[in-house]
């Protein structure tokens, strides 16, 4: 069975700090995708990155950064510069490659950015 | 990026009573899923709605209480049937699509039952 674990339940950080928040996640299948989403105050969650299990390069946008690690099962999440904007809560998913691709989810982390 | 409206966003009900949510995308998807999201808690997914054939439910969650259509590829609806407080929650419906087969989200619909 598919699992996403998230130990971070809550992080905070003042302005312009760097922070990381972990994933680690389990799987037998070979191919799968893994997914970064924000849930900001407001509710919605917003989609941030999808990355195909065999794709390993890390990949940066803008102040965010992830860092997928496929022999330690995971996929880190790095803002860099944090602003208050950044505060919300970040969940990791995992989602089989074929099939119905539903997504689970890890338990999120809540990062609080202050001024 | 894709665009899903959910109706109601919110709604306070009845113990007892029933609410349908509405999904609506922008565009034709082949998979439309629900998931629930129980407060201060993460994405539960509920079903996956096929277009054409019978929703397949997760463990726990059962067609009569959680009843949902999918008359066509843009829409679907999810039905909470005889809610309970233990019912209230956000409600969000998510569909596969754009270039990467990314997974986007509608609003979410916030359901209080009393």
């Known amino acids: 069975a598919q699992k996403v674990t998230q130990a971070q339940t809550e992080i905070s950080v003042v302005e312009k700090e760097d922070v990381t928040l972990d994933c680690v996640y389990e799987?037998?299948?070979?191919?799968?995708?893994l997914f970064w989403y924000k849930q900001p105050p407001s509710g919605e969650l917003v989609f941030l990155i999808r990355r195909n299990s065999f794709d390993e390069q890390n990949e940066i946008s803008g102040r965010y950064s992830w860092n997928f690690q496929k022999s330690t099962s995971s996929f880190n999440f790095t803002i860099t510069a944090s602003q208050v904007v950044d505060s919300a809560v970040y969940f990791c998913a995992l989602s089989e490659a074929t099939g119905f691709q539903k997504l689970v989810f890890g338990t999120g982390t809540r990062l609080l950015v202050s001024p | 990026s894709a665009v899903i409206s959910q109706k109601p966003s919110r709604d306070i009900c009845q113990r007892g009573t029933s609410l349908t949510i509405q999904c609506q995308v922008d565009?034709?998807?082949?998979?439309m899923f629900w998931y629930r999201q129980q407060p201060g808690q993460s994405l539960t997914l509920i079903a996956t709605a096929n277009q054409g054939s019978e929703a397949t439910y997760e463990s726990g969650f059962v067609i009569d209480k959680f009843p949902i259509s999918r008359p066509n590829l843009t829409f679907s609806t999810l039905t909470v049937s005889n809610m309970s407080p233990e019912d209230s929650s956000i409600y969000l419906c998510?569909?596969?699509?754009?270039?990467?087969?990314?997974?986007?989200f509608g609003p979410g619909t916030r359901l209080t039952v009393l």
């Open positions: 799987t037998r299948d070979t191919t799968y995708y």
């Open positions: 998510s569909a596969r699509m754009g270039s990467y087969n990314e997974q986007f």
């Open positions: 565009s034709q998807v082949t998979m």
